[in-house]
Nanobody, 126 residues
Framework: QVQLVESGGGLVQAGGSLRLSCAAS????????MGWFRQCPGKEREFVAA?????????YSAESLKGRFTISRDNAKNTVYLQMNSLKPEDTAVYYC??????????????????WGQGTQVTVSS
């Protein structure tokens, strides 16, 4: 069984930065893609960013977050990161790490991932 463990969430002031990490553990696991979704208070879960593993590390990001959020990976550690800069109060959300071992669909669709972390809270104060 594969577990995704997020870390790095917390409370930050508007304009600040945070870096989220997500490490995959458990059985031998080679992801096809890993990424992040988030759920803001009172809203549906939404795609944040994704990065492929075996095909050179192509990245995909929500248009509204480009320029502030950057996804990266460490293949050796089976870890994906989300660098979040210039944070705004509306970025307050639970951030979920996601992964899939095969291609299951478009990277911005939640159903394309069969592994989810427990989520980490990010709170941005104004």
């Amino acid at each position: 069984q594969v577990q995704l463990v997020e870390s790095g969430g917390g409370l930050v002031q508007a304009g600040g930065s945070l870096r989220l990490s997500c490490a995959a553990s458990g059985r031998t696991f080679t992801p096809y893609v890993m990424g992040w979704f988030r759920q803001c208070p009172g809203k549906e879960r939404e795609f944040v960013a994704a990065i492929t593993w075996r095909i050179g590390g192509n990245t995909y990001s929500a248009e509204s977050l480009k320029g502030r959020f950057t996804i990266s990976r460490d293949n050796a550690k089976n870890t994906v990161y989300l660098q979040m800069n210039s944070l705004k109060p509306e970025d307050t959300a639970v951030y979920y790490c996601v992964a899939a071992e095969t291609y299951r669909g478009l990277y911005n669709y939640a159903l394309s991932y069969d592994k989810w972390g427990q989520g980490t809270q990010v709170t941005v104060s104004s």
